[in-house]
């Protein structure tokens, strides 16, 4: 071929290249070592002395104009390449994102978090007792006649005979006493189960905190500011507290606890019924008897027992109107904790 047919191929090839990577070939066919251009060099062998010199001469210049074209035309395709991805490739990060939904505590666990912090820094530490219990824990180390109607089929549910599901936390405080020397400070957290109807305010599940403290010289005064304390701290609030007589068989004397409503400031609403006042708990002091349970010398040592209901703090504490809410699982109501 020679040197025009030759330039007049390469624009042609060069035309042909609608991409940048066609540019590749093209240059190897020309430029490569057994390509187009090169085949000429080697004809030049064959020419005359006189010829070879200019001949060279338009060899080298048809090498760089290919060279150079080539450089060209590969720079226009792949910045046009470039550009066509640029624009597919576009991102609007103006979009909203797709939101993962993250877990969290379930506001039943919140408070019981809460209230064990409360009274971990306050001295008492975590026991837990058993779910499945024996009639002995739940009911006779504590006091309960066994005529009781608590211990009736109907307030319990029984899995065999003797072996309940505890009524209460309770079952927790003659099972720390048979473990431990006073003094002893504990709380016991957990589930609790009564066979009730089911209603706004109650359920056959729920949960307990209760609170045992025994040593020397414990009086209903320290179970009185203790109590005080812990409610003002779980409510963050300024509140009154007050006892009522009450009668449970594992304390003596009894004792329902109230504390002044947060809602209004003890003026009266309609969350504690216009008396200004809401009970929170159980307690009083440890009945001598239950203390003999436990293996304690009643006459050395004395204590008190609390206990209170997570979901009925609960309840007061962010205006729930149903319990039956807690157990539910309705995201819509437990992801606004
Ligand atoms: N166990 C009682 C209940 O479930 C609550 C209670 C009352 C616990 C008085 C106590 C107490 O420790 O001293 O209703």
């Not at 039943?108 to 409360?118: P, R, S, W």
């Not at 209170?308 to 007061?316: N, V, W």
Request: charged letters at 25%; hydrophobic letters at 35%.
């Amino acid at each position: 071929m020679n040197l025009q047919s030759l330039r007049d191929q390469f624009l042609l090839d060069l035309a042909q290249c609608t991409h940048s990577k066609d540019i590749e070939h093209v240059k190897v066919s020309y430029l490569g070592k057994k390509g187009h251009v090169s085949a000429l060099m080697a004809d030049l062998r064959h020419a005359s002395s006189q010829e070879r010199p200019l001949l060279g001469q338009q060899i080298n210049d048809l090498k760089q104009e290919i060279t150079q074209k080539l450089e060209a035309r590969y720079e226009q395709l792949a910045s046009a390449e470039l550009n066509i991805r640029l624009e597919q490739e576009w991102i609007d990060v103006s979009l909203p994102g797709t939101a993962r939904a993250t877990g969290r505590e379930h506001v039943i666990v919140k408070t019981l978090h809460e209230a064990i912090e409360i009274l971990r820094n306050m001295g008492f530490s975590v026991q837990y007792g058993p779910d499945i219990e024996t009639e002995y824990y739940n009911f006779e180390a504590l006091n309960f006649p066994k005529d009781h109607p608590a211990r009736d089929m109907q307030d319990t549910f029984y899995l065999q005979p003797n072996i309940l599901l505890r009524t209460h936390t309770s079952n927790t405080q003659v099972r720390v006493m048979e473990s431990t020397t006073p003094p002893l400070r504990i709380i016991a957290p957990g589930k609790c189960f009564r066979s009730e109807d089911v209603s706004r305010r109650s359920h056959v599940s729920f949960h307990q905190i209760e609170g045992l403290y025994v040593d020397k010289h414990v009086t209903f005064a320290d179970l009185f500011s203790t109590l005080e304390e812990f409610f003002g701290k779980l409510f963050q609030s300024d509140l009154k507290m007050r006892f009522r007589p009450s009668y449970f068989p594992f304390v003596e004397p009894g004792v329902e606890v109230d504390v002044s409503c947060m809602m209004c400031q003890g003026h009266g609403c309609s969350i504690c019924k216009k008396s200004g006042w809401l009970e929170v708990a159980g307690a009083g002091m440890v009945h001598p008897e239950v203390l003999k349970y436990g293996g304690i010398d009643s006459e050395q040592y004395s204590g008190y027992a609390w206990g209170f209901g997570l979901e009925r703090i609960a309840m007061l504490r962010y205006g729930v109107p149903d319990i039956r809410l807690f157990m539910e699982n309705r995201l819509s109501f437990l992801e606004q904790f």
